[in-house]
């Protein structure tokens, strides 16, 4: 099973840039589609962006779009999450995920992801 785990999080000004990390355990070639969720306060888990191992363009939630950027890094089993222009609704505790099979679509649904890591807190302050 692989195993997860997010890196960078912290407080931030609106406006602000952040980049998190999160290193998977195993070897890229076991994990298919690699993405971001995240969990505001009081609210539902919602997925952020996905980025497919082995071809397809990221997906992002369209309020994101255009301000985080998902890239992955293969030879040290990383997926980033860079985000600019941080708004005080982006604050969350941000969740990696991993998706152990192959699909013809980059999936969006949580139910579809197999593997998750332990979430990490942004906050963007006003």
């Known amino acids: 099973q692989v195993q997860l785990s997010e890196t960078g999080g912290g407080f931030v000004q609106a406006g602000g840039s952040m980049r998190l990390s999160c290193a998977a355990s195993e070897s890229t070639f076991s994990t298919y589609t690699m993405a971001w969720f995240r969990q505001a306060s009081g609210q539902e888990r919602e997925f952020v962006a996905a980025?497919?191992?082995?071809?397809?363009?990221?997906k992002y939630a369209d309020s994101v779009k255009d301000r985080l950027t998902i890239s992955t890094d293969g030879a040290k089993n990383t997926v980033y999450l860079q985000m600019n222009n941080l708004k005080p609704a982006d604050t969350a505790v941000y969740y990696c995920?991993?998706?152990?099979?192959?699909?013809?679509?980059?999936?969006?649904?949580?139910?579809?992801?197999?593997?998750w890591g332990q979430g990490i807190q942004v906050t963007v302050s006003s």
């Open positions: 980025i497919r191992r082995h071809g397809g363009s990221p």
């Open positions: 995920a991993a998706d152990l099979n192959f699909s013809w679509t980059t999936p969006r649904s949580q139910s579809e992801y197999d593997a």
